[in-house]
């Protein structure tokens, strides 16, 4: 049984338009390829054969990951998310008690993680610490460096 993926509008529309690459554009020039390498004679020495099949698989591989994803893709409805408590698709701002630096993050669901924009995934032991606190709470959480305590400042949308 494969397991549920919680995903936003836009982050099952990005692995849709992924897949449709991959199926459109990456599958026909790997097929194309194997083609070239067939033509140029004896498969059972040839290289170029032997890494497009290579290629081919992984490629199956990955096609065959995101059709999955999406066939248990479950949508999170964003206009149900409060700001009482933490919760995934809450924006959380942090303010660490050691350093006294501020951070703000987007807890979104694993495979829309971009820590370049401030999105963290729901799985990691920032997110994790935080998920059910409220404002005003102060929270140990222990990271690769040790145990930080974080207060939280603000939980928006």
Do not use: C, W
Request: charged share 30%; glycine share 6%; hydrophobic share 40%.
């Amino acid at each position: 049984m494969s397991q549920v993926v919680y995903l936003t509008k836009e982050g099952l529309k990005k692995l849709k338009k992924e897949l449709e690459h991959l199926m459109n554009v990456e599958r026909p020039a790997i097929s194309k390829q194997i083609g070239e390498a067939i033509e140029k004679g004896d498969i059972s020495e040839n290289a170029e054969y032997d890494a497009a099949k290579d290629a081919q698989g992984m490629l199956e591989a990955k096609i065959a990951e995101l059709q999955g994803k999406i066939a248990n893709a479950r949508i999170l409805d964003e206009s149900k998310i409060k700001t009482s408590k933490v919760q995934i698709l809450n924006v959380v701002t942090i303010k660490n008690k050691k350093n006294n630096a501020t951070m703000k993050y987007t807890l979104v669901p694993e495979s829309e993680a971009d820590l370049k924009q401030g999105k963290i995934s729901v799985k990691t032991p920032i997110a994790k610490g935080l998920m059910g606190k409220k404002v005003g709470d102060v929270v140990d959480i222990k990271v690769p460096s040790g145990v930080i305590p974080f207060e939280i400042i603000e939980i928006s949308i």
